[in-house]
């Protein structure tokens, strides 16, 4: 079994930082690709940003030039910086990591974090 532990949410005025973390834990061998995804109420979850275990990084372009994602292999664990939030980047963000575990590759999810973005 495989978990993820999401932390780093809260509420922040429009303009204001946060950063999120997502450290893994349990029975596996190795995590490939990790990302964050969010949703809005009312929306479909969607995926904004992914890192190899490389480091190759992408982005929606919803967010691009705004967060950061980057992760620590040695404490299995991904970061996403968030700058310059908006009230529109307001969601539940979810942290997934795609990792091999006895022989097969999975996806696990975090439980989410709750980020607001309000005056």
């Known amino acids: 079994q495989v978990q993820l532990v999401e932390s780093g949410g809260g509420l922040v005025q429009p303009g204001g930082s946060l950063r999120l973390s997502c450290a893994a834990s349990?029975?596996?061998?190795?995590?490939?690709?990790m990302g964050w995804y969010r949703q809005a109420p009312g929306k479909e979850r969607e995926l904004i940003t992914t890192i190899t275990s490389g480091g190759t990084t992408n982005y929606a372009d919803s967010v691009k030039g705004r967060f950061a994602i980057s992760r620590d292999n040695a404490k299995n664990t991904v970061y996403l910086q968030m700058n310059s939030l908006k009230p529109e980047d307001t969601a539940v963000y979810y942290c997934n990591a795609n990792v091999l575990t006895w022989g097969r590759r999975e996806n696990y999810w975090g439980q989410g974090t709750q980020v607001t973005v309000s005056s």
């Open positions: 349990g029975d596996f061998a190795t995590i490939y690709v």
